[in-house]
């Protein structure tokens, strides 16, 4: 889709110096207090004239009058999130001005920093004529400042010190004497100030930008009604080759070949559901095949109309000759075309993807090259999908297979892709230059120009460039010459609207969003946004709107008594096991009620405690029987041995760490080699053999928190292919939740819940084994366990394995992260 750059650079820019206007002149000790208040006192925080988010809206004024306040309360938990990382270490440092220039109503002053490595561009700073410390007057003049750029020790800022904004209209204006102050403070040359850091602005500007771009989109009048027109619409249909759509039937079930025909349809929108294990890269990768190899149904129509048409007598073979001759001078002799050397060697057509010897397909039938952008919200979820289109390759018209020309863009590759990653393959392309060339264009200072020209080739010669949603409202994707025919989204349910809107606003023709809102929700930091639907992501609003989704529903992970139950709860039954998947899921210990597919133990005397200052939950009781099930698992069956086949997972960090520790202390090795232990939102998208869950909230009146988010738990409970043995306090998780009450209540009709008492190590002795948890004895009902004699122990490695903790920090943990500028690192439990 056409886009206007000019007309959209000034929208961008517009939007972006409200955005900076804002946040800028906000009072940083006021936002604190409030934030005090609200956990404290149980007062509304946050600004005035926030909305609940809805699943249709009117217009755009409408989307942008929700969207944008629960923006800015983001932004806000985010400056608090960043004071709680400060106590953690960062620091005041001191600065001196060195220049200061005004431009359009901001400040823009060139500080020399003492401590200018721990900073960075779009970067949120606190500027002040003294340090904040308690006990001492507060300082008259301070102000936040954003980081344009870092150049060696001088770092420039943008600041706003005409007043402050108190709600979001900037025509209206409050003075303000700190700000005031401020002016003279950083106009002075070499005047000593005190810098903080506070966080980055870089994901949420983009986000910010995106929102208020929605006016230029397409598809904007989609997005707000959540309904499309004009869907029936026969002549907008794509067609494969038969040897193409062949494989992809061969290789595809029923419900994945419907997504894939969905997409070929040329639906605006295409939404896909993939439940765990129901082979969503797979569908992804037939997508990519389908997409970039497909001509419009009307040629395929057409190419049957050709045959009626009237010809002339055959010409004779001499005939012939001649005419191809005419046609085709270079038959007999040089063709012209080949006289035209290609300029960099390799003319376009071959891959930059470390893997040269497979050149990309250039016997297409296709008028033009299909460009795709793929994107998910973390550097690990995109990296997983890089690597699945490295290794299986993208399957041409005439079924062959081969390696486009991809490039991965962004910080934090995995090494396994560093091969198609941008910075590698411009360092690649630097490094074959003339090194005379290079080392002239040096002393001119024309290296950097050289790098920017080179991404910008590497851009336009890509066929999928995959980015995090971030990264893809980076400058870099603005200087390109044309938008993208295509745009997959993985992971689109962990990503807040916003979001997800910052790589449509590249301009593309149609949209793909795949993921599961049934699985772990977006990052939200704000509670005030989080309670007014902010996490709700644009997949999960259109399908509540009605909009139509395609559910991959043949599940090819889990042992059907671990499916049960999520398919019934989570996915109204619709998920079937694959071919077979019953009896490669089936495992020696499964002789064992208490090691089968699906387990729940009820630690009923266990107590939940708080860590102090910790906001996180441990309970000790479930750690020592979690290592009592492990250590006799592996004592039996050594295969588990191993962190690529068993699991302990638990929602709270802090849970994780008592884990790793008692770990350790019970037999004598760290646990990252044997045993992957981490919590729930770290472990999305992974798979093991085992999986141990560990629940950990035992109370009578305190609820449970976030346990009770049934996305959660969903992850929890389907990381398992053989077995997921689940331990809690199953009258606290019935009482707290509805979700756990059902699970709880399908292990007792399942034969499959156990009560367990102390000591625990003396649940599994052989002769328990051959009575209590045979599975012959299944029929004798559901014995409570009792005491008994254990003298096995855990044949453990020996060798130390030299493994950090993960930092600490409040509930959950969030997994990756993001790229640069992902801010959210944690949250606070809801409890």
Request: with cysteine; aromatic share 8%.
């Amino acid at each position: 889709m056409a886009v206007d750059k000019s007309k959209l650079d000034e929208e961008h820019q517009a939007c972006i110096v409200r955005f900076y206007k804002i946040v800028l002149s906000w009072d940083y000790l006021r936002i604190l207090k409030d934030s005090d208040n609200y956990n404290k006192k149980g007062k509304k925080g946050g600004a005035s004239g926030v909305r609940e988010v809805k699943d249709t809206y009117s217009d755009v004024d409408d989307y942008i009058a929700t969207f944008e306040p629960l923006m800015f309360e983001e932004v806000k938990a985010q400056i608090i999130q960043g004071k709680k990382d400060d106590e953690g270490g960062t620091e005041w440092t001191q600065a001196i001005v060195a220049e200061c220039n005004e431009l359009n109503g901001f400040h823009l002053p060139t500080v020399i920093c003492a401590d200018v490595e721990s900073i960075s561009q779009n970067d949120l700073l606190l500027l002040s004529n003294k340090k904040f410390e308690e006990g001492k007057p507060l300082p008259t003049a301070y102000a936040f400042a954003f980081v344009e750029h870092r150049q060696q020790d001088k770092v420039k800022v943008r600041m706003h010190l005409n007043g402050e904004y108190k709600q979001y209209n900037t025509d209206k204006i409050d003075a303000c004497p700190r700000l005031l102050n401020m002016r003279p403070l950083i106009s002075e040359i070499q005047k000593y100030l005190y810098v903080l850091k506070i966080c980055s602005l870089s994901t949420i500007a983009r986000e910010y930008v995106a929102l208020w771009s929605i006016s230029s989109l397409p598809f904007k009048d989609l997005i707000l009604s959540a309904a499309e027109s004009n869907s029936d619409n026969d002549d907008r249909a794509w067609k494969i080759s038969k040897p193409l759509n062949e494989y992809i039937e061969a290789n595809h079930n029923k419900s994945q070949l419907e997504a894939i025909n969905v997409g070929l349809s040329r639906r605006t929108f295409v939404l896909i559901q993939g439940p765990p294990g129901t082979g969503k890269t797979q569908t992804i990768l037939g997508l990519l095949s389908a997409i970039l190899h497909a001509t419009p149904a009307k040629i395929h129509s057409n190419r049957g109309k050709l045959n009626t048409l009237k010809c002339g007598p055959e010409f004779s073979i001499q005939d012939k000759y001649t005419h191809w001759l005419r046609a085709s001078p270079w038959l007999a002799g040089l063709n012209p075309r080949e006289q035209e050397m290609p300029k960099d060697g390799d003319d376009g057509f071959f891959p930059t993807t470390g893997n040269e010897l497979r050149p990309e397909v250039v016997n297409s039938s296709r008028k033009y090259r299909v460009r795709v952008l793929i994107c998910a919200p973390s550097n690990s979820a995109l990296d997983e999908i890089v690597l699945r289109v490295l290794n299986t390759g993208i399957r041409d018209e005439n079924d062959h297979v081969y390696n486009p020309k991809i490039v991965r863009i962004g910080l934090k590759p995995h090494h396994s892709v560093q091969a198609v990653s941008m910075d590698y393959i411009v360092e690649q392309k630097m490094a074959g230059m003339d090194m005379q060339t290079t080392s002239d264009k040096q002393k001119q200072g024309g290296t950097g120009k050289d790098k920017d020209s080179i991404r910008a080739s590497v851009l336009e010669e890509a066929v999928i460039v995959f980015s995090t949603l971030s990264f893809s409202g980076s400058p870099l994707f603005s200087k390109l010459n044309h938008g993208f025919d295509v745009v997959i989204i993985d992971e689109a349910a962990q990503a807040v609207e916003p979001s997800t809107l910052v790589p449509l606003a590249n301009g593309c023709k149609q949209v793909f969003l795949v993921g599961d809102p049934v699985q772990l929700p977006a990052t939200v930091i704000s509670t005030v946004a989080e309670k007014l639907g902010y996490g709700t992501s644009l997949f999960k609003r259109l399908q509540k709107a009605g909009y139509p989704v395609q559910m991959l529903k043949t599940q090819y992970r889990m042992h059907p008594e671990i499916r049960n139950f999520p398919s019934r709860e989570f996915y109204d039954e619709a998920l079937e096991d694959g071919p077979d998947v019953e009896e490669q899921t089936k495992r020696a210990w499964h002789n064992y009620r208490c090691f089968g597919p699906f387990c729940f133990f009820d630690i009923h005397e266990g107590k939940e405690s708080q860590p102090s200052g910790s906001g996180s939950w441990v309970n000790v009781d479930e750690v020592e029987f979690v290592l009592a099930i492990y250590r006799e698992l592996v004592t039996r069956y050594p295969e588990l041995k191993s962190s690529s086949k068993l699991a302990i997972i638990s929602p709270y960090r802090h849970q994780v760490k008592l884990i790793r520790q008692k770990f350790r202390e019970t037999f004598g090795l760290d646990s990252e080699k044997v045993v992957d232990v981490n919590t729930v939102d770290g472990f999305q998208g992974r798979e093991k053999d085992v999986a141990i869950f560990s629940c950990v909230r035992s109370n009578k009146d305190r609820g449970i928190g976030f346990v009770a988010d049934f996305r959660r738990m969903n992850v929890g409970i389907t990381r398992a292919r053989a077995s997921v043995l689940v331990v809690g306090s199953a009258s606290t998780l019935k009482r707290g939740d509805k979700h756990w009450k059902n699970l709880i209540e399908s292990a007792e009709q399942r034969n499959a819940f156990f009560k367990v008492t102390k000591p625990y190590n003396d649940l599994f002795t052989d002769v328990k084994l051959k009575t209590t948890w045979a599975r012959d004895s299944a029929q004798q009902g559901m014995p409570e366990a009792h005491t008994g004699d254990m003298d096995t122990e855990m044949p453990v490695d020996t060798t130390a394995v030299d493994a950090a903790d993960q930092e600490q920090g409040d509930e959950p943990e969030w997994g990756d992260g993001g790229d640069e500028g992902m801010d959210g690192g944690g949250g606070a439990d809801e409890d």
